[in-house]
T-cell receptor, first 111, second 112 residues
Framework: GQQVMQIPQYQHVQEGEDFTTYCNSSTTLSNIQWYKQRPGGHPVFLIQLVKSGEVKKQKRLTFQFGEAKKNSSLHITATQTTDVGTYFCAGINTNAGKSTFGDGTTLTVKP | KAGVTQTPRYLIKTRGQQVTLSCSPISGHRSVSWYQQTPGQGLQFLFEYFSETQRNKGNFPGRFSGRQFSNSRSEMNVSTLELGDSALYLC???????????FGNGTRLTVT
């Protein structure tokens, strides 16, 4: 079945440093979604990418979808303490009809 | 618009018992998905319901079941509880299955 792998599992950074998490799917995706879960909270939708090679920005966050639509990345520039949490990617395969979540990358930021 | 509402927030059950969790989706959302979240296991897909029909199912034993009502509210049931069923159970609604998911706060189930 479809598998979505996300790396790294954990990332500890100093405030102000950059952060990147990578998501790789075993199958071609129709689209990919990114979510953020704060400690003790629930996942909250951040963005959806649909087109091959698509790049979207939200302030300090940059999301990319690979040309082959099998991988994606989330990059945060100059992390802040408010960025802490677990970032999940979710790959959607039209044929499978469901979202497959990666295991998430947990980001901690040291002030 | 009210968000996704899950009840109860916390549950403590003993092995062998059964439990029913409830989820009220965002108004207008017809798709409801259920996920199990445990430390180290991420978000594991249980099932998705759309217009009262189960559209997708994850790799969980038959002890896990669900249903959706005509008003899109959904319930999931776990029978013969095992210690390993202790987890946060998250419900998510969307307009359709591939739209962004809106999660509830979850039900934290502890099995002793």
């Amino acid at each position: 079945g479809q598998q979505v792998m996300q790396i790294p599992q954990y990332q500890h950074v100093q405030e102000g440093e950059d952060f990147t998490t990578y998501c790789n799917s075993s199958t071609t995706l129709s689209n990919i979604q990114w979510y953020k879960q704060r400690p003790g909270g629930h996942p909250v939708f951040l963005i959806q990418l649909v087109k091959s090679g698509e790049v979207k920005k939200q302030k300090r966050l940059t999301f990319q979808f690979g040309e082959a639509k099998k991988n994606s990345s989330l990059h945060i520039t100059a992390t802040q303490t408010t960025d802490v949490g677990t970032y999940f990617c979710a790959g959607i395969n039209t044929n499978a009809g469901k979202s497959t979540f990666g295991d998430g990358t947990t980001l901690t930021v040291k002030p | 618009k009210a968000g996704v509402t899950q009840t109860p927030r916390y549950l403590i059950k003993t092995r062998g018992q059964q439990v029913t969790l409830s989820c009220s989706p965002i108004s207008g959302h017809r798709s409801v998905s259920w996920y199990q979240q445990t430390p180290g296991q991420g978000l594991q897909f249980l099932f998705e319901y759309f217009s009262e029909t189960q559209r997708n199912k994850g790799n969980f034993p038959g002890r896990f079941s669900g249903r959706q009502f005509s008003n899109s509210r959904s319930e999931m049931n776990v029978s013969t509880l095992e210690l390993g069923d202790s987890a946060l159970y998250l419900c998510a609604s969307s307009q359709q299955g591939r739209s962004p998911l809106h999660f509830g706060n979850g039900t934290r189930l502890t099995v002793t």
